[in-house]
């Protein structure tokens, strides 16, 4: 009899890849389309599997993805700049982040702080270089830039935190032991 059998991480790096795909195509969250979860596939890319030649594989990902969206997609290229090459060390931090935190087994809570700070360094990373590099922001000061990044940080961090919750949820063991004895109800005796 004929088996599929296919290693588990294999289907983690399939689902992450289709998460981003699905996700990718527009810049934000609309009553049509979710918001990009591309931070959160990095974070979890580092969570569960590490290995630098994935994360190098994921950007390659990303690029094309925002290649075929730009190109074939009719999504604009305003955000395709000179600062599109800082999405390295925005991913880089939110990877880094996941990779941590599995190799050093922090608690839910220190999780969701290396979460937290790496999705804040993220979006001040894409957030100033596109402010400096883009030749977009002309005629915008710092103060008035930074008014609009203080508008939309918070669909930012809390869609990667949605998505990385969820996936957690849904996969990670750990995650769903500590789910299960939290909502269980009391019992008496």
Do not use: K
Request: charged content about 10%; glycine content about 10%; hydrophobic content about 55%.
């Amino acid at each position: 009899m004929f088996s599929l059998r296919i290693h588990p991480n294999r289907w983690i790096v399939a689902g992450l890849a289709v998460l981003m795909a699905v996700t990718r195509f527009h810049h934000e969250g609309t009553a049509f389309a979710f918001p990009d979860a591309s931070l959160a596939v990095f974070f979890l890319l580092g969570w569960y599997l590490g290995g630098a030649a994935l994360f190098v594989g994921f950007l390659l990902v990303a690029l094309a993805i925002d290649s075929l969206a730009v190109g074939y997609g009719g999504v604009g290229a305003f955000c395709v700049s000179p600062a599109y090459g800082f999405l390295v060390p925005a991913y880089a931090a939110i990877w880094w982040a996941g990779r941590c935190t599995e190799r050093h087994a922090l608690t839910l809570p220190g999780s969701a702080l290396a979460l937290l700070a790496s999705t804040t360094a993220a979006y001040l990373i894409s957030e100033i270089s596109f402010f400096v590099l883009s030749g977009r922001t002309t005629g915008l000061d710092w103060r008035a830039y930074g008014s609009g990044m203080l508008e939309h940080y918070p669909v930012y961090l809390g869609s990667t935190l949605a998505y990385v919750g969820l996936v957690l949820a849904l996969l990670d063991p750990w995650v769903q032991q500590r789910l299960t004895v939290t909502s269980r109800p009391a019992t008496t005796r």
